[in-house]
């Protein structure tokens, strides 16, 4: 009986593990389903103008170490949120540098605050969605982008 | 036994020692493996979910989230040692149970619980970390040691 039980979860824990990165992060998020969710880049529905952070989607987009990209910006401020594939995340210090360096170099003019972390994703994705819903004013967007960028600077 | 050490024995003990080695029970090493692998990973598991659980719902990023995610699974090993189920998971995983933070855990409370009849300030106060201490010492020693490998490294190796 003992046998039969280890087997089985040795067996499921292999399954699971060779599963495919985009079943597992279908399972692992709740409710909302954020990862399902296909990413077109940018809030393209809005009226305020999101060429800049088009044109950071579509220059990570081409990377081959990210998987997922959304961008908002708002005035000067670039807030780039992506996601780095699993196996790629060895090297994810490096990765983050040269995107950020490539994203500053693309738009001098610009505050750029680029992240690679899941949740700087999940809250940079929901503002995008919500810009898609309803009509956004700079100030509230900035206000907004602001936050994100306090969490992703915080340390502990 | 090493060989050094096996030469120096009298021939009665080397024959013990022969004697002794056919007749003792093998460990299975494999299957203890197989278990420590099995749990350890399902407590990792436990562990990530616990650590989306904040990041979803809380204020939590990646960075941030190791912190309540460590202080959770430490408390609920230390309630399932209290309840006495992590002995029994212990004695089946052996290593994949007390290498991760819930080890931690479980060494503080059973230690507490051990020495509990001893009094609050001489049995449990002064044992609690009987176990624990040693984490606690070579794990800050073992963060010196790397921190002050990664300064030389970064400083001075170009790194």
């Known amino acids: 009986m003992k046998r039969w039980w280890l087997a089985a979860v040795a067996v499921w824990l292999a399954a699971s593990g060779c599963a495919k990165e985009e079943t597992e992060q279908k399972q692992s998020l709740q409710g909302a389903d954020w990862m399902r969710a296909q990413t077109f880049g940018t809030a393209k529905g809005a009226v305020l103008d999101q060429g800049p952070a088009e044109r950071a989607v579509a220059s990570l987009r081409q990377r081959d170490d990210v998987r997922e990209v959304v961008a908002v910006n708002s005035g000067e401020r670039l807030l780039v949120a992506y996601q780095i594939p699993h196996l790629k995340r060895w090297k994810r210090k490096k990765i983050e540098k040269e995107i950020a360096e490539r994203l500053r170099a693309m738009f001098p003019g610009y505050d750029v605050v680029s992240s690679s972390d899941l949740k700087i994703f999940w809250k940079t994705k929901d503002l995008k969605t919500k810009m898609e819903k309803k009509r956004w004013d700079e100030r509230d967007l900035q206000r907004e982008i602001g936050r994100i960028e306090k969490l992703s600077k915080e340390q502990t | 036994m090493a060989n050094e050490k096996r030469k120096k024995l009298t021939p009665v003990q080397q024959e013990y020692h022969l004697f002794e080695k056919e007749r003792e029970t093998k460990r299975p090493i494999v299957r203890n493996c197989a278990c420590a692998f099995l749990v350890g990973g399902t407590i990792c598991a436990i562990g990530q979910a616990i650590s989306y659980f904040y990041m ?44 991760p933070v819930t080890g931690f855990g479980n060494a503080v409370i059973s230690a507490a619980i051990e020495h509990r009849t001893e009094g609050f300030v001489l049995g449990v106060g002064s044992n609690m970390f009987k176990l624990a201490g040693s984490v606690i010492l070579f794990g800050t020693f073992a963060a010196f040691v790397i921190a002050l490998v990664k300064t030389v490294a970064t400083q001075w190796g170009g790194l």
Do not use: C, H, K, W
């Open chain 2, 56 to 99: 979803y719902f809380f204020d939590f990023t990646e960075q941030t989230a190791g912190n309540p995610t460590v202080a959770t699974m430490v408390f609920l090993s230390m309630i399932l040692t209290g309840l006495g189920v992590y002995d029994r998971i212990a004695q089946f995983a052996g290593a994949g149970s007390a290498v």
